[in-house]
């Protein structure tokens, strides 16, 4: 009896002995990762973050008072989580604020047009400036052109090729025949094609013609950038200087565009606020939880703050910024002693060229030579799928066994290559890249970015996928944990270079290239 009890027992021992393997080989139990998980799952404030930031602030370009009103906001957030945090001084911009732009065609009916100033545009001085519109003609040589330019004296001129088809690509795949949709695309491309070859017959180019055509006396430019999507323009920077740049959506740029051929010569009234603001600080905001072990060993979070103003900058860089700023909140809460210090970098100017984050590189030589390891979030608000190692040969190791701790659900879906190349530009973490610093890009499944949102006039709230982004953000709390547990430091070796096919010569790492510190000037 006794003897049977004893047997059963050690049955039943060595049954929870195998199941305890089990489990912990399926998934290895570690209470700070569960607790990120949870706290991302139960508590998220993501939703709430985004309506201040993207609905309340809205648009951050450089060197707007919104930018500087979002920085301002990221300050008092860290500090209601009790993070230290600053907003670092590192250039200047020149200082533009958007007012309202109404745009309306008044003859030969009334009609409001959907458009915009482009950024930096002039105002129109707060009065409407009522002219016919011109369509930029065909020139044989600039010498024509020249001899053709007064006479846009007191016009707006139209500068973009009216598009043959405001439907999407994907739209007249599922709907058209094969030959008319083979049909739109061979006459759109030689469209496009002789509209380049209209441009470039005036001896300008896209950004020279402006300046041009506001010399000639014009009473503005109209434009219209396309980007491919129902409803969806990019919306970037003027070049003129006194007179107005706007762009017009598709639908209203064709309208006008075909009523101006056919000879009713329309008219159109513009009325642009912005405000000229002088030459404005630009700032980084940077937040850190410092480390106990290793405080000067350093792992970073990073997402570019600032964006095009068209819209709302919900996905570029709204969604990036928001993974990192509730990464950073989950880690003070469930981890606020890290090993090593833990910092986040929410870069201003990443748009017109990385500056925010260059500048830090240049400024803080002691944080770069330190770095563990930096995760950049920067190409939508889609789940991240894509993890190269930039080149560094031993990536491989510590990313593989940082991923590992991450939950399958969020990292089974992510394709990683290794050591893959380093990366040149395209995002902040590039400005680290090419100072041999381990920075990597966390790189998100597209959700039509690149149509629907990036830089465009649709870039808003409801195109973000909140649960997308808070698997983004525990997977950035959680690769942060690991890289700072680490008992090891990341190794920086670089992986020998592709050979260029062309040139039958080694490809070189990317050069650093020095931040602009005073931008929006001549
Ligand atoms: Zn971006």
Redesign the pocket.
């Known amino acids: 009896m006794n003897h049977k009890i004893t047997l059963m027992k050690r049955i039943s021992f060595l049954l929870a002995f195998i199941l305890c393997s089990f489990i912990s080989f399926s998934q290895t139990k570690d209470p700070i990762v569960e607790s990120i998980v949870k706290e991302a799952n139960e508590n998220s404030q993501l939703e709430k973050l985004a309506h201040e930031l993207i609905d309340g602030i809205g648009p951050r370009l450089v060197g707007s008072p919104q930018m500087k009103q979002a920085n301002d906001w990221a300050i008092a957030k860290y500090t209601s989580w009790g993070i230290p945090v600053r907003n670092e001084k590192w250039g200047e911009w020149r200082g533009w604020e958007r007012g309202a732009s109404h745009i309306d065609m008044v003859y030969p009916r009334v009609k409001s047009l959907e458009g915009m100033q482009l950024a930096w545009s002039p105002s129109t001085g707060g009065k409407a400036v009522i002219a016919e519109t011109i369509i930029l003609p065909e020139f044989a040589d600039s010498l024509a052109f020249q001899k053709w330019l007064p006479s846009v004296k007191g016009k707006f001129v139209m500068i973009s090729m009216s598009q043959p088809t405001g439907r999407p690509d994907y739209n007249w795949e599922e709907f058209g025949t094969k030959e008319s949709f083979e049909k739109m695309k061979k006459a759109r491309t030689e469209q496009t094609e002789a509209w380049t070859k209209r441009i470039t017959n005036t001896g300008k180019t896209t950004r020279t013609l402006p300046v041009a055509l506001e010399k000639g006396g014009a009473a503005g430019i109209i434009t219209s950038l396309w980007s491919k999507g129902f409803g969806a323009n990019k919306i970037f920077g003027a070049y003129t200087k006194k007179i107005p740049t706007v762009d017009i959506s598709l639908e209203d740029y064709g309208m006008i565009y075909r009523l101006t051929e056919s000879g009713i010569k329309p008219k159109i009234s513009i009325k642009a606020d912005s405000k000229e603001l002088g030459l404005v600080p630009t700032f980084n905001t940077i937040a850190e939880i410092k480390g106990t072990e290793k405080p000067n060993e350093y792992v970073m979070l990073s997402a570019?703050f600032d964006s095009w103003d068209g819209a709302n900058g919900a996905t570029?860089?709204g969604t990036g910024t928001l993974t990192m700023m509730e990464a950073m909140r989950i880690l003070k809460k469930v981890y606020p002693n890290p090993k090593r210090t833990i910092l986040v970098g929410h870069w201003g100017s990443?748009?017109q060229g990385l500056n925010g984050s260059r500048a830090f590189v240049e400024d803080h030589a002691e944080i770069v030579a330190n770095l563990q390891a930096l995760f950049n979030q920067?190409n939508g608000t889609g789940r991240v799928v894509n993890i190269s190692g930039q080149g560094f040969l031993n990536s491989y190791e510590y990313l593989s066994r940082w991923l590992s701790k991450v939950p399958e659900s969020i990292r089974t879906p992510i394709e990683t290559k290794f050591p893959g190349t380093p990366g040149g530009g395209g995002?902040d973490f590039a400005s680290f890249v090419a100072v041999g610093a381990p920075a990597f890009s966390l790189s998100s499944l597209n959700w039509s970015y690149g149509t629907y949102t990036w830089h465009t006039n649709r870039d808003t709230y409801d195109k973000i996928v909140f649960d997308d982004v808070r698997n983004n953000a525990i997977l950035a709390a959680i690769m942060a944990y690991a890289a700072s547990e680490d008992p090891n430091k990341t190794s920086r070796d670089k992986s020998i270079m592709p050979v260029n096919t062309k040139t039958g010569e080694l490809t070189a790492w990317p050069e650093q290239k020095k931040a602009t510190r005073k931008g929006g000037v001549d």
Request: hydrophobic content about 0%; charged content about 55%.
């Open positions: 570019h570029d860089n990443e748009e920067d995002s």
